[in-house]
Each structure stands twice: as structure tokens, then as C-alpha cells.
């Protein structure tokens, strides 16, 4: 290790020791106690779900602390996403027929450069989202795929409504939760990942404004005002019900190479 992540990992854990001594501190925490944690983290660590527990408490405030001011705000990638999404001409990103309870929409939005407000074209936004039983495809790529951007930065998909689901119910997360009182469900949303030129530029979720779940998504600070979306539902002539979500996206400039 170089001198200079030895003394970056030397000054965390430090200040990571000395936060946590002021919780011992004030609660009051007993030997006890701490040989409880120390329990349940070795079970978790086993279990390998570690790190999803440092990304629910920890990882959007590592996001909010890199990112700039500017722009649409990013958010976890998460555990299911998967690279090699097929190029969806049409933009429709089912691949089976949705089923009787799914509600069909349409998605769409334009890709802005934050700074002039220009259209960015050619833009490609890799799409990934539950179904309308809370579940992803693991298997293959329905309601997985990517769309570019036209001229004017517009790009149109058509999808379902995702829902809400739950996870961790059955791992030492979801224990720890529940024990803490808290729900163990995501509040549905869309993932999407924005490349221009071949450069990832920004990597979100926003999230269906009619889901139950916004103020309990168990992902601290996940949802904030900006990222939640709410439907359109408009009758056409012949009476046809039509759902649709608009979504616009604003990148911030590209960070600057470092030299050397």
C-alpha cells in the first residue's frame, strides 16, 4: 500500500473510532451490547451482504459528497443491474407480454447539457427496472435495454409501471431492520444509466410518485423531491386509457483529466 492510502486509511478509521465513541458515549452501550454487534457482523460479513448494508447507510451521502452542484442527481447503480442491454430501436423494452395486472406507459424526456441547455444527441440511456410485481428479469433483458437520444435530445421508451418490493427479508439485513422497525421495501423506480461518446455520465433512479413506500425506502436518502415522478394519465378519442411519465435529464460537464 502507498504511503498515501496507508495515511488516507490511518485518518478514516480513525474518525470512523472516534464517531462511534461518541454514540458509546451517550447511549451508554454496554461490553454486552458491543459483543452483540460484533456478533451480528460477523454473521454478516459471512453472509456476504456487508457491503449492501454500507451502501443502504452509507452510499448516497458518498454520492452526494462527489457530486456537483449541478445537474440531475445521481443514485445507486445497485445489486441488479447487467451490462450488455440490447439496443432497443423501438424503444419498447418488454420482450414477453406484460401481464393482466401490469399497467403499460410510456417514458420520456430530453438529455440536456446543465450549462447552455443544449440537446446532447446520440445520447444512450441503459434502462433497467422491476415489473409490476416487483420483480427483475435475472435471466435474460425484458424490461432491460438501451435508447439513444435524437437530434433534439429527445428519447422515448415504452415500458410498465414498476412496483415496490421487498428485500433482505431473508438475510441479516432484513434482521437487523426488523428489529429496528423498519420496512424492508424499495419504493418502485427506474434505473438508467446515461453514456455519451462511450463515457458513462451519470447513473440514477427516479422513483413513481404513487408508490406507498417514499418516505420508508429503507436506502438512506435514496429519495429526494427532485427524483420522484409523477404519472400522466390521459383518455384519448376513443376512450382509451394512456399512462406516461416524462423524465429530464441534465448532465454536468465531464470532470477534467487528472494530469500525470
Known amino acids: 500500500m502507498e504511503a498515501k492510502d496507508q495515511e488516507r486509511l490511518k485518518f478514516a478509521y480513525t474518525r470512523s473510532v472516534e464517531a462511534l465513541r461518541d454514540v458509546v458515549r451517550e447511549l ?7 459483543h452483540l454487534a460484533g456478533g451480528f457482523f460477523n454473521g454478516l460479513g459471512a453472509s456476504g451482504f456487508f457491503p449492501s448494508l454500507l451502501d443502504i447507510a452509507f452510499a448516497m ?3 452526494d459528497a462527489g ?3 449541478s445537474g440531475t442527481r445521481p443514485n445507486l447503480e445497485g445489486p441488479f443491474y447487467k451490462p450488455g442491454a440490447p439496443l432497443r430501436e423501438d424503444g419498447v423494452l418488454f420482450e414477453r407480454p406484460p401481464g393482466p395486472t401490469a399497467e403499460v406507459c410510456t417514458l420520456e424526456g430530453r438529455v440536456t ?3 447552455t441547455g443544449e440537446p446532447i444527441a446520440g445520447a444512450e440511456i441503459d434502462l433497467w427496472q422491476a415489473d409490476e410485481n416487483g420483480e427483475y428479469d435475472h435471466s435474460g433483458f425484458n424490461l432491460r435495454g438501451v435508447v439513444r437520444t435524437g437530434p433534439d435530445g429527445h428519447y422515448l421508451v415504452t415500458t410498465v409501471l414498476p412496483f415496490d ?5 431473508d ?3 432484513g434482521e437487523l431492520l426488523e428489529a429496528m422497525g423498519v420496512e424492508v421495501y424499495r419504493a418502485a423506480h427506474i434505473h438508467l444509466k446515461v453514456r455519451v461518446a462511450g463515457q458513462e455520465r451519470l447513473t440514477t433512479q427516479f422513483f413513481m410518485a404513487e408508490s406507498p413506500h417514499l418516505a420508508s425506502d429503507y436506502v438512506v436518502g435514496a429519495v429526494t423531491p427532485d427524483l420522484v415522478i409523477p404519472k400522466q394519465v390521459t383518455v384519448d378519442g376513443d376512450g382509451r386509457r394512456q399512462t406516461s411519465i ?3 435529464i441534465a448532465l454536468s460537464p465531464q470532470p477534467a483529466p487528472v494530469a500525470g
Open 171 to 173: 438475510d441479516p439485513i
Open 165 to 169: 418490493y421487498p428485500q433482505h427479508q
Open 28 to 34: 451508554q452501550i454496554t461490553e454486552k451490547e458491543l
Open 61 to 63: 451521502t458518498s454520492i
Open 67 to 69: 457530486r456537483r452542484q
Open 113 to 115: 447539457d446543465v450549462e
Open 246 to 248: 416524462s423524465f429530464d
